[in-house]
């Protein structure tokens, strides 16, 4: 699972240094300024990561922190248990060049088998 760049930092503000224009799914983990933890997931291919950076500093959570985790189809998904139901919901990843889209067809869509994610959250301890 990959864990970069941060979106949100301690000091509130993006950390984004380039807009890649690569459109995908995106998922996240944050702190809101309560102190909980939010794990979040786009449902479809709309987010740059400059954009979800600053729509999570916008956004009503009111975020402390916010590190993307992950992008493209996998990083939008379901796990449903105890009869293990796992499924995947997004087909596309998309770039922008220019005023040109290109669409990339996500090549696993109709696949039966798929590589487990785990992501814990432990209490920290002294």
């Known amino acids: 699972m ?3 760049p941060l979106l949100i930092g301690d000091d509130g503000q993006t950390h984004v240094s380039v807009d890649s224009r690569w459109l995908a ?12 933890i939010v794990v979040g997931t786009t449902k479809d291919a709309f987010f740059s990561l400059a954009r979800l950076a600053l729509f999570l500093k916008e956004s009503p959570l009111d975020l402390k922190v916010a590190l993307n985790l992950d992008g493209g189809p996998l990083a939008c998904q379901s ?5 293990y139901d796992r ?22 869509s109709n696949a ?3 590589m487990a994610v785990v992501l814990t959250v432990e209490r920290k301890t002294d």
């Not at 799914?25 to 909980?36: L, P």
């Not at 796990?79 to 009869?83: D, E, Y």
């Open 112 to 114: 039966t088998w798929a």
């Open 87 to 108: 499924k995947l919901y997004a087909l596309w990843e998309s770039q922008v060049d220019g005023d040109q889209v290109k669409l990339l067809r996500w090549p696993f």
């Open 25 to 36: 799914n995106r998922s996240f983990v944050a702190q809101d300024r309560q102190g909980r």
């Open 2 to 4: 990959v864990s970069y």
């Open 79 to 83: 796990v449903r248990l105890p009869g």
